[in-house]
């Protein structure tokens, strides 16, 4: 009697771990939760590896936007405080790193699909998900302006001309708002879909809190701006002018912590929530 007791308790835990753990899928909201961890050492608080590995002779437009969306998150000001601060440069890292070119309809910007991880980063306090994928159009406002006669019309990025400097800051920084969660639970920006116009409104968003920094962004360079960064990632003096982190997996540091990964019990509260994130440009 007892081992048939022992066997059926056994087989029951391996069946309630099974189901703790398993992946979820990108149909729609689910309870599962998936765990992981990362580790990253605690007197740096943001990832300058992809600062550190740009080339100023070698940057890419995605490079540049990477760039002046970093600046920005990185100081005190008021588009900066909306995701959250400095902390925001971990998300803006895992994006930018995650992106490929895609070749997709021309009303799309960027587009993150799949199954979602939700991350928290204990010593920051944020929370933030990855998509499975992040494809970044090369048929879209951020590479093409549809001023060429073989070119078909292309949209505005709010009140930004298509690829421009202001408009692909402006699609980084839209995306960022659906990655990262604020202190109430909600997304920075409303998940939007297929939905145009929630799009559009997201977009308004962001220029209304942020325009006065994308403006400000045209008066220096990407690369001035790549040599303030790496100088400054560089110079232990200016360690508190350039919020920095280091991220090695393999990284025997002897201060960690953690980030957690969990899964789609957050996204649980939104029964309305899409698993597909798109950016339209504006007609």
């Not at 605690?42 to 990832?47: H, T």
């Not at 093409?144 to 709010?158: D, I, N």
């Not at 990632?233 to 280091?246: C, E, I, L, R, V």
């Amino acid at each position: 009697m007892s081992r048939k007791i022992n066997s059926a308790l056994i087989a029951t835990l391996i069946l309630l771990n099974f189901l703790a753990v398993k992946r979820i899928d990108g149909q729609g909201p689910r309870a599962d939760i998936v765990v992981s961890t990362e580790t990253v050492t605690s007197e740096r608080k943001i990832d300058i590896q992809p600062l550190r590995a740009l080339s100023s002779a070698k940057l890419s437009l995605l490079d540049k936007a990477y760039l002046d969306a970093y600046w920005i998150l990185h100081d005190d000001n008021a588009c900066s405080r909306m995701y959250g601060g400095p902390a925001a440069i971990e998300v803006l890292n895992r994006l930018t790193q995650q992106l490929k070119p895609a070749y997709l309809d021309r009303d799309i910007a960027l587009r993150m699909k799949g199954d979602m991880t939700y991350a928290l980063n204990n010593s920051t306090g944020l929370k933030y998900r990855v998509f499975d994928k992040a494809e970044l159009n090369t048929n879209g406002p951020f590479y093409r302006s549809g001023v060429f006669p073989t070119e078909s019309m292309l949209g505005r990025v709010g009140e930004f001309s298509p690829n421009t400097r202001e408009a692909r800051l402006t699609i980084l920084l839209h995306e960022l708002g659906h990655m990262i969660e604020k202190p109430d639970g909600k997304w920075v920006l409303p998940n939007d879909g297929k939905d145009s116009a929630i799009s559009r409104d997201n977009t308004q968003t962001v220029i209304n809190v942020c325009r006065e920094q994308i403006r400000q962004r045209l008066q220096v360079t990407s690369e001035a701006t790549l040599a303030v960064l790496q100088r400054g990632a560089s110079d232990p003096a200016n360690a508190a002018a350039t919020p920095q982190s280091s991220h090695d997996a393999n990284s025997k540091a002897e201060a960690t912590q953690e980030v957690r990964q969990f899964g789609s019990q957050l996204d649980a509260r939104c029964t309305s929530c899409r698993r597909e994130i798109q950016i339209p440009q504006d007609h």
